[in-house]
């Protein structure tokens, strides 16, 4: 048996070298002649945990570009990422998802400090609690469950998070000075979980709570487009029902033409033949807006309902709510 190789970059944090790892033990079980080499990238979005990921051009320039120039470069040949993560409104000339994992729960859930409960929470709306998030969309979700809660600014791998907010620790805001502590913090549940710390999930919301972000609990491989040899492996582990619910989310954000500050949200399920997807467009800052939509299509057309859906978002106003959050330049 002759031995092959492959390069898969990843960021150095807890949760995504578990992912990788992941990544590496089913290709390693489904062609044992390939040999993976894991490359650990300090992407800016890792190395600046004060900033807005706006900054950094949001989530796509902090924490996928360098790993992506990398793979274009011939460097790596794939690279991991949390689907979550990659901009679905922009094209990627050269780049393929190649595989995607069976998906993790997609739900969020709720950590908190001790001391305090989620009956607290709930019986005051929130008045007089801080809770901790950078994800808009989780913002926004959050005022609708707790309209008298306190959102703040808070970054930082998940690990060191939880560690910040059992300290009591205050956070950099982007403009200067601090803000805190946290009472609570909104996570990914399947991240949490992945690095250990399931057990701290105090309350998991529902999608009917706070519907999940495009591609929430799918983990990504991204390779060369005309890399045949890669992509071949990469097949091998590509779960199907992900790939498709991929491709109907991300439909979702390319029609919306949504960015890293726009309050998105998409989540779809497959029954047999036929998939539903829900979507929506929250407006942050005027808490009460807020459009979704839900359709049921054909499960092997999953672009096509994701299309259809946002279309409909867009026939209902959410290119208004998307362009009040767009950013000025």
């Given at each position: 048996m002759v031995a092959v190789s492959m390069r898969i970059g990843t960021r150095k944090s807890v949760m995504a070298l578990a992912q990788t790892e992941d990544i590496a033990l089913r290709l390693s079980n489904a062609a044992p002649e390939l040999e993976v080499e894991i490359v650990?990238?300090?992407?800016?979005?890792?190395?600046?945990?004060?900033?807005?990921?706006?900054?950094?051009?949001?989530?796509g320039g902090a924490f996928v570009a360098e790993i992506r120039a990398a793979v274009t470069s011939g460097r790596l040949h794939a690279a991991m990422h949390s689907l979550k993560d990659m901009p679905g409104n922009e094209d990627t000339p050269g780049l393929v998802i190649g595989a995607t994992l069976p998906r993790d729960p997609p739900t969020d859930a709720l950590v908190l400090r001790p001391g305090v409960s989620i009956e607290?929470?709930?019986?005051?709306?929130?008045?007089?609690?801080?809770?901790?998030t950078n994800a808009v969309r989780r913002a926004a979700y959050v005022r609708r469950l707790?309209?008298?809660?306190?959102?703040?600014?808070?970054?930082g791998a998940a690990d060191t998070r939880v560690r910040k907010l059992d300290n009591r620790d205050m956070q950099r805001l982007p403009v200067g000075?601090?803000?805190?502590?946290?009472?609570?913090l909104i996570m990914a549940r399947s991240g949490l979980e992945r690095i250990?710390?399931?057990?701290?999930?105090?309350c998991e919301l529902s999608p009917l709570e706070m519907l999940p972000a495009v591609g929430q609990g799918i983990v990504a491989v991204e390779c060369a487009v005309n890399d045949w040899p890669t992509r071949k492996y990469l097949a091998l582990i590509d779960d199907p029902a992900a790939h498709l619910s991929c491709e109907a989310?991300?439909?979702?954000?390319?029609?919306?033409?949504?960015?890293?500050?726009?309050?998105?949200?998409?989540?779809?399920?497959?029954?047999?033949?036929?998939?539903?997807?829900?979507?929506?467009v929250l407006d942050e800052a005027r808490g009460g807006q807020f459009i979704e939509v839900t359709r049921i299509g054909a499960a092997d057309?999953?672009?096509?309902l994701g299309r259809a859906v946002g279309l409909e978002l867009l026939h209902k106003g959410a290119a208004d709510i998307i362009a009040r959050t767009r950013p000025a330049h």
């Open positions: 650990r990238f300090e992407t800016t979005g890792d190395s600046d945990q004060t900033s807005k990921l706006l900054v950094h051009g949001g989530k607290d929470i709930r019986r005051s709306r929130g008045k007089g609690y801080r809770i901790g707790f309209p008298d809660i306190d959102v703040i600014h808070f970054r000075g601090e803000v805190g502590p946290a009472d609570a250990g710390l399931g057990h701290r999930i105090a989310e991300r439909e979702v954000l390319w029609i919306l033409n949504g960015h890293c500050n726009s309050p998105i949200a998409g989540y779809s399920t497959i029954d047999g033949s036929r998939m539903t997807l829900t979507a929506s057309r999953p672009r096509e």
